[in-house]
């Protein structure tokens, strides 16, 4: 079972997303920042630190969104959602190798492929 947690940032009525590439998963689909929780980690600190790690960014998480779970191949996966605010720097791309694109959406025009999980977050914001 791989654990992972991500966040959901909106300001302003726009979601930021990131394209992802040369991942095992959800390749070329417009994702929230998050990614596997480490060994000895809580949740909510390993989806702090994707955020710094792949966006350069402070955030400060506000609202549990759930818990989404899937299966791929032999991987089995839940991936913990919160609603986070940004609250030092600017979001940058910071994995170049990981991410082509890093971009502010509105909320009513989101981005094709968007990955599920990043659905079901939005989802359980009222999106």
């Known amino acids: 079972m791989i654990i ?13 997303l990131m394209k992802r590439k040369n991942v095992k998963f959800f390749n070329n689909q417009w ?6 929780i480490e060994e000895g980690e809580t949740i909510k600190n390993g989806i702090v630190r994707e955020a710094k790690e792949e966006l350069g960014i402070i955030i400060s ?7 989404y779970k899937w299966k791929i191949e032999e991987a089995e996966e839940e991936f913990s959602g919160y609603e986070a ?4 720097g600017e979001p940058k791309i910071m994995e170049l190798h990981k991410c ?9 025009n ?3 492929p968007l990955a599920p999980y990043t659905a079901y977050y939005l989802k359980n914001l009222g999106y």
């Open 4 to 16: 992972g947690g991500g966040c959901i940032i909106i300001s302003g009525g726009k979601v930021l």
């Open 31 to 36: 994702s929230n920042p998050g990614g596997k």
């Open 61 to 67: 998480l506000k609202k549990n969104l759930g818990v």
């Open 85 to 88: 605010e940004i609250t030092e």
């Open 100 to 108: 082509e694109a890093l971009e502010w959406f509105d909320i009513n």
């Open 110 to 112: 989101l981005p094709h």
